[in-house]
């Protein structure tokens, strides 16, 4: 079975340093626990929207019910990134709503959530990781996390 080959993919220690020179220990975790209320909050910072319940935005069901797999980063016990993997079941799977704390940026962390999310889809016997994003994260996308351009296409369904 595909999941069973990603079991591999368990914990993973980092050292990084902020541009302060602060260090940290960032743990990543394949399929790493967390709750629906921190992710909202992490959300909520990534993005800069409002912070969403349990009961609107109910991250372990949705995960359960939806992904592939998914990557948390922790600095002790505070999630600092996430990153979601959603699939077909198959060959393809798609990078959705990688985040990082506003407060950890530029210390490698998107960079390594990505990182440990292709290694899990490719040991799942994926054939093709899919992301899309905004243009200002062109260089993050193709440049550090290696992925290249190609065609596709979106429709927006809710005007």
Request: glycine share 8%; proline share 1%; with cysteine.
């Amino acid at each position: 079975m595909q999941l069973a080959r990603c079991a591999a993919a368990g914990i993973r220690r980092v050292e990084a340093t902020s541009g302060y020179g602060a260090a940290m220990t960032v743990r990543y975790k394949w399929r790493g626990a967390f709750s629906s209320d921190e992710l909202n909050a992490l959300h909520a910072a990534a993005f800069g929207t409002r912070v969403f319940t349990d009961e609107e935005w109910d991250w372990v069901d949705l995960t359960a019910k939806h992904s592939l797999g998914w990557v948390v980063a922790r600095d002790e016990h505070r999630l600092v990134g996430f990153v979601n993997v959603v699939w077909d079941g198959l060959v393809h799977a798609w990078i959705q709503d990688t985040m990082v704390d506003p407060r950890d940026h530029h210390r490698g962390v998107g960079r390594q959530l990505v990182a440990d999310a292709v290694a899990a889809s490719r040991a799942a016997g994926c054939e093709w990781l899919h992301v899309d994003f905004d243009d200002d994260l062109r260089s993050f996308y193709f440049d550090a996390c290696g992925f290249t351009p190609t065609n596709a296409g979106l429709i927006a369904l809710q005007q």
